[in-house]
């Protein structure tokens, strides 16, 4: 997500040409962010201090084929996902899934991004499992909020999975990097489920009940029978014309 906070680079005019900018690879990424090149084609940890790239001074679009997981400290700006603003008056944990449009606002300087391409988890039960994990949705808009320790925690994981894609690529490398992060993934719902125990569940975000509504469609292996939702099918579900 903090992948937008910290992009920049664009003259005014070429905002005006293109609504939407699309980065394709890691490798795209860290050109546009002055950074070397990656030591894993499918996944990085930015670290948002090694990045001296300026705000953009208005809002842009921005499009991303990766999971992106993010811990940010001292950011006072604002992040839209979906049809909502990301709320990080207190949360400094943040989720965003791949190919969603993100606009922002300000500059997060001191934390990390986590980038994970979806290609990373072929093959393993992760890369389904994956859509159980509520806070990558658009329904959660508040950053998730982690105290110290529980960030030592976090931080823990992340730095044995960095240590592990900059060491000698071998046949275990990429087993161990998918049970680091399933035991974030795992820390993180945790804290979420803490998080929002006492919360009662009041968007009612017309892309929220659609995302839903499509997750519950694929997971029960509707569309092998009935193919893929129609407008109408859809507007039905939705209550709309």
Known sequence: MFLFLIFAGYSREQKRMKQIRSVQSLGELHRLLNLPKPQHPLISVLHLNQITQTPQP????????????CLKRNYNGKLRYGQNYYDFDEGVLSFISPNQVL???????????????PDFLHGYPLAKSLRKYGFFSYELSEALFVS???????????????????SSIDAHSQNIIVSQLELLLQYADRFYQRQFITRKKVNTDLLTKLEDILNR???????????IPTVEWLATQLNLS
């Not at 208005?58 to 997981?69: C, H, L, N, S």
């Not at 606009?103 to 391409?117: F, R, Y």
């Not at 960030?151 to 044995?160: K, R, W």
């Open 103 to 117: 606009s922002t606002e300000g500059v997060a300087t001191d934390g990390w991004v986590l980038v994970i391409h």
């Open 58 to 69: 208005d809002p842009e679009k921005v499009m991303y084929p990766f999971y992106q997981i």
């Open 148 to 166: 110290e320790k529980e960030q030592t925690i976090i931080e823990s994981i992340l730095n044995n999975i960095e240590v592990e894609y900059q």
């Open 217 to 227: 469609h694929f997971m029960d292996d509707q569309s092998l029978k009935e193919g």
